[in-house]
């Protein structure tokens, strides 16, 4: 079984370069064995947590939880810790310096103090800078312990060599960075418009049936279900507020024409490796239909 998603050997707008660390088989699970557990979600039931701002309901199958937690218990005791593991043979810019999340008195000071000093350096992920940066400043992972996503969605982990989340990005704002701190950020990307040139059922009804494993997989099973969740999540949008610098990194390494994406980066509370800053990005390939009306939109 393949990471990579393909309809009808159409491979208009491929995905990013995903980065692949030179490092020995730890353990890891297959794509094959991810896939003999069923789904725990529904494309549009991800799409609902992110849109929540609570992402505590994301989790994996019982079975490969249990692996995930004796893979953590290994790693911790041969390497010291899952942060010194990944950061010296999973990224490509070794065990350098790491950047750690912006704390509390920290935020503070710099909402205190920022009329007095102005904001020159970019101390946290600004995209624009570094888009050409790539396995320097930024790196694109599979993420090997993935949540039980449908089978056409695959999950990927963007590291980066900055803080994420600042309070810059809602303009000092004392109480939209509280909410930050609070639920973290998150958004969808690739979202066709409503429109009379595009209905929902159009972007299946070609497909279904001329690609393999297609019964397992969320358009189909939809399709079923009277494609009750394409018609609840046409059109819908989401980004939270201070989440544009993501959003636009999303949007530029996963081309809206060809993906469906929702992002999201987990509050501290709920950071599993908080000295390396990444974010989450759960990706669809588009059917080719939805491809079409893509173009039709963005070019």
């Known amino acids: 079984m393949t990471w990579d998603i393909v309809y009808l050997d159409d491979k ?3 995905g990013p370069v995903i980065y692949e660390p030179d490092v020995l088989d730890t353990g890891l ?3 094959q064995e991810l896939e003999a557990y069923p789904s725990l979600f529904t494309w549009g039931e991800v799409k609902e947590i992110v849109q929540s701002g609570d992402f505590a309901p994301f989790r994996r199958n019982c079975e490969i939880e249990g692996r995930y937690r004796r893979w953590i218990a290994k790693i911790r005791d041969e390497y010291g810790s899952t942060e010194h593991f990944l950061s010296k043979y999973s990224l490509p810019w070794g065990a350098e310096k790491a950047y750690a999340p912006i ?31 790539r396995n320097t400043s930024r790196a694109i992972l599979r993420n090997g312990w993935p949540y039980s996503l449908p089978r ?14 600042d309070p810059r990005l809602v303009d000092n704002d004392p109480a939209k960075w509280k909410r930050i701190e609070e639920q973290g ?19 299946i009804k ?13 358009q189909y099973l939809d399709r079923i279900q009277g494609y009750s969740e394409m018609k609840r ?9 201070g989440g544009h610098e993501i959003g636009a990194m999303v949007r530029s390494l996963w081309d809206e024409r060809g993906w469906e994406c929702v992002w999201f980066v987990n509050p501290r509370a709920l950071q599993s490796m908080p000295g390396l800053s990444h974010f989450h990005v759960m990706a669809r390939r588009k059917s080719p239909e939805e491809i079409d009306a893509s173009e039709e939109i963005w070019g």
């Open 12 to 14: 208009r707008y491929p």
């Open 185 to 203: 950020l998150g958004g969808f990307t690739g979202i066709i418009p409503r429109s009379d040139r595009y209905r929902i059922e159009d972007g």
């Open 103 to 133: 704390s509390t008195s920290r935020a503070q000071s710099a909402i205190l103090d920022h009329v007095k000093q102005p904001d020159t350096s970019p101390l946290y992920l600004k995209w624009r800078e570094m888009t050409y940066d």
């Open 29 to 31: 699970p297959t794509r």
């Open 206 to 218: 070609d497909n279904v049936g001329r690609h393999p494993h297609n019964e397992r997989e969320w």
């Open 152 to 165: 056409d969605v695959r999950h990927f982990c963007v590291w980066v060599r900055k803080p994420i989340l």
């Open 233 to 241: 999540w046409y059109g819908v949008e989401h980004e939270a507020e």
